[in-house]
């Protein structure tokens, strides 16, 4: 949020440390900007890339879906809202059930405003 009379900006975010602000053009329509960490990620329970982060821009604060999917096409899971950057989807690596997901590479497909944007993740163990 930019506030114009104390010259500030704020934002949510469970991670501490140092923030470098950019001057950049906004998206128009829904788009992925980052996923992090970079396509791999090992939910371990060691706090050190557990879950895997789709960060997004929504300008015009559409209805955001993700799904995971293993390289049959099988349904594995739902992405859940990003509790670290509220405009971010995540997954923790475990199955609809609640189980732990195989290691290997997984489909994701999110959907906003009429798009569907896909890729391909790992799961490392």
Do not use: C, H
């Not at 949510?12 to 788009?31: D, I, M, N, P």
């Not at 980052?34 to 396509?39: L, N």
């Amino acid at each position: 949020q930019v506030n114009s009379i104390t010259e500030s900006i704020s934002f949510k975010s469970s991670r501490l440390g140092s923030y470098q602000v950019k001057y950049a053009l906004r998206a128009t329509e829904f788009e992925l900007s980052q996923i992090w960490p970079s396509k791999v990620f090992t939910p371990n329970g060691d706090g050190i890339n557990d879950r895997i982060n789709f960060v997004f821009e929504n300008p015009k604060e559409s209805v955001v879906s993700g799904e995971v999917y293993d390289i049959t096409g099988a349904l594995v899971a739902e992405m859940t809202k990003g509790s670290e950057i509220e405009s971010s989807l995540t997954w923790d690596g475990k199955k609809r059930n609640g189980e732990m997901a195989d290691k290997g590479v997984y489909i994701y497909q999110i959907k906003a405003e009429g798009k569907v944007i896909n890729g391909t993740i790992i799961l490392a163990k």
